[in-house]
């Protein structure tokens, strides 16, 4: 199952990861990105790692 990693030292809360994968990627009151699962079924993987690819500071990775 990809597991997702986030880089909050690099987020810049530019929200783009948010826009297609709403129910992945989240803000928080600082404007840092937050997990709202850990792990995305096999399924889900092409849109998660296109919304992780939209991260203009590379923030988002999808790992094995
Ligand atoms: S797109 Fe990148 S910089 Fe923007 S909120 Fe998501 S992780 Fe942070």
């Known amino acids: ?3 997702l990693v ?7 809360g ?3 990861c948010i ?5 992945v990627f989240d803000i928080d009151d600082d404007g840092v990105v937050v997990l709202l699962k850990e792990k995305v079924p ?5 849109r998660v ?3 992780a690819r ?3 500071v590379s923030a988002l990775s999808v790992e094995d």
Do not use: L
């Open 19 to 23: 826009t297609g994968a709403s129910d």
């Open 54 to 56: 939209s991260c203009p």
């Open 6 to 12: 986030a880089d909050v030292e690099a987020c810049q």
């Open 49 to 51: 790692e296109e919304a």
């Open 42 to 46: 096999e399924s889900d993987r092409a």
């Open 14 to 16: 530019y929200g783009n």
């Open 1 to 3: 199952m990809p597991r």
